[in-house]
């Protein structure tokens, strides 16, 4: 379906909200739930099934049909999004199966990656970090793999935390809003000095990343490091900047 279609379609669910047009919405914006799950199912690995995340995305994408306002001009894909992926980590959340030994070996990887740090003034390796965890370097590829629904619960809660980013109508000028346009202009020149105040491999992964548009997989190659590793700079650097930037951490969805 076309953007002209789609536009019609909306005009039509808000004069008449029936079960039919529902659905129709449904079907046309299920690809997007697919999306989103995928992407969150870059840090899950094997902790949960890609097709749960879907079924969570619907509800997610169903609530957002339901609270949309067509009429104030906002992107649907933009606001539905957010709905979708919060569905989804909120039913994660709702599992609760984490086991304590699970936290205990993401404290003690956080402990680790902290001291040699400080140590080498860089990011350490997964020998490095294997040899001061005092396992093998299969067992911690295991272990950072077991803690990526730790990593991305969490991270969540630093980007969002149940809030939702402040989504401007597509059809509304910026030049309408000079000040906004500055605010916004100075808070990007914040976040440029922030990265390159990151260490080389967390600037790299969050060009890459949020800027180039690479997947974990894509950029692991380039780094030529593991994509587990590559999801554990992307959080270490994400905790860095959201330190840095609070609230304004939201600058990096709009790229």
Known sequence: MDEKSRIILW??????????LKEKLILEYAQLVKVVA??????LGNNVEYE???GYGVFGLIDAIDKFDFHKGVKFETYASLRI???ILDNIRRMDWIPRSL???QKLIDNANSKLENTYGRLATDEEMA??????????????NQTKLLT??????YIDQGSELRIEPM???RYTQPERVVEKNELKEILAEVIENLLDNEKKVIILYYFEELTLKEISHILEVSESRVSQIHTKALKKLKIKLGNNIELLAGF
Do not use: H, P
Request: net charge positive.
């Open 152 to 157: 991305l619960t969490s991270l969540e809660e």
């Open 131 to 144: 040899e001061e965890l005092s396992i093998t370097l299969k067992e911690y590829e295991k272990w950072i």
């Open 103 to 105: 936290r205990k070996k």
């Open 38 to 43: 995928g992407r969150l199912n870059m840090y």
């Open 52 to 54: 749960d995340l879907v």
């Open 11 to 20: 005009e039509q669910y808000s004069k008449d909200r029936t079960l039919i």
């Open 85 to 87: 992926r919060g569905a």
């Open 171 to 173: 059809n509304k000028s």
